[in-house]
């Protein structure tokens, strides 16, 4: 049976070791070459770039949503509550999709605010409560730069050979982001509540 080493260096103790820092196992930007993917090199250090600025409007989007949920007000205030509510848990999903993806590619996926707020397309929301109308004008924008690049990276992905990265494009983050808009632009139509006015008929004065 061997002998376990005891000496002072290796020594086995149930004492924490606090304060550890020590230098990257990799750097960011890059991508490792452990997994038999069949993508070269050039292709997932493109594909990771592009996801990762993919990722950074997409984690700005679930919390838009997440301040939304929070401040929503007015007379349609538990309609909205909950949808926005329900939306940031689907973008939560899509956040750790794509985070996932770009680890899978061998590369190094974005995760802390101060690099999400430099990298983000997404205009910055003041701190304070705003009317409904302008939060959902707000997301549909957010909506709009994440579809538009969508369509550009999957057929980019498309065109590299890259088809899982396509079809996450297409089937989760594309689909989930239209949807979406279709939800909350309903909350734009200006319709009557209560009492139904026929568009042909205007009121003299």
Known sequence: MPKRNTSANHSISAQPRLHQNVREIQAYGTVSHALPL??????????????????ADTITLRDLYKKSHWQVAGPTFYQLHLLFDKHYGEQAELVDSIAERIQLLGGISLAMAPDIAETTRIQRPPRGREEPPVQISRLLDAHEIIIGHCRELAKRASELGDDGTNDLVISDVLRTNELQVWFI?????????????????????
Do not use: C, F, I, Y
């Not at 069949?38 to 990722?55: A, G, K, Y």
């Not at 200006?190 to 026929?198: C, K, Y």
């Open 38 to 55: 069949v993508l070269e090199e050039p292709v997932r250090l493109e594909m990771t770039e592009q996801l990762n600025l993919l990722l």
């Open 185 to 205: 632009s309903e909350h734009l139509v200006d319709v009557p509540l209560v009492h139904a006015v026929d568009p042909g008929v205007r009121k003299a004065g």
